[in-house]
């Protein structure tokens, strides 16, 4: 098989002018990465339990590491047996034939945004983690090494974590896009049911 470049663009994606989109990108990025920086902050200032805190560092990597699948199998997977899937009707497989449609943006959104957003506030993570340690022990260079030791299991995680998951977007492209166009469809289903709930009252 040959080798995949996350870059290109396979049969039947749609190529469109990068101007608007890098704006639109751009501005949507500060805004998310303002709104998760709260978010993460104010639920720290909330949690003093190191084990919550360590599972929503463990949540916000995780998250890094499915958008990153989602954006490569989008890039990676091809159109046609999606179309296939669209045309018998299935469930999300209008909306996954959209995402490949769009993979440029979908994999821009999903491994750029998402995934910087996600490296930045893991790092936040670890260190307001490590401040708590340092806080709570008796040791005096806590802090130092456990602040090192802590960034680079965050890392090891994050990179290890997204070589397995692109290995997997490549190989099971269809099935992870297809799977992700039923989740839009099941939200686009929430969505619409509470316009309409808030639209009748």
Known sequence: MPAWNGDEVGKGKRKRPPGR?????????????????IVTRLLLNAIYSLL???????????????????????????????????????DGARRAVDLVQNADQVANFCNDVIGDISGIVSGTLAAVIVSRLAAASVFEKVEVYGGILLTALVAA???????????????????????????????????????????TG
């Not at 989109?21 to 920086?37: G, K, M, Y």
């Not at 360590?54 to 999606?82: H, K, N, R, Y």
């Not at 290995?167 to 799977?179: D, G, H, K, P, Q």
């Open 21 to 37: 989109w890098i704006v639109s990108i751009t501005i949507w990025s500060f805004i998310l990465a303002v709104v998760i920086a």
């Open 52 to 90: 919550l805190s360590f599972l929503i560092l463990t949540a916000v990597i995780l998250l890094g590491i499915i958008f990153d699948i989602i954006g490569t199998a989008a890039a990676a997977a091809e159109q046609a047996p999606l179309n296939a899937r669209a045309a018998r009707k299935m």
């Open 157 to 199: 995680l994050t990179v290890g974590g997204k070589a397995w998951g692109k290995n997997l977007a490549i190989t099971r492209s269809t099935e992870i896009i297809a799977f992700a166009g039923k989740i839009l469809t099941r939200l686009d289903r929430i969505r619409d049911w509470l316009l309409f709930r808030a639209k």
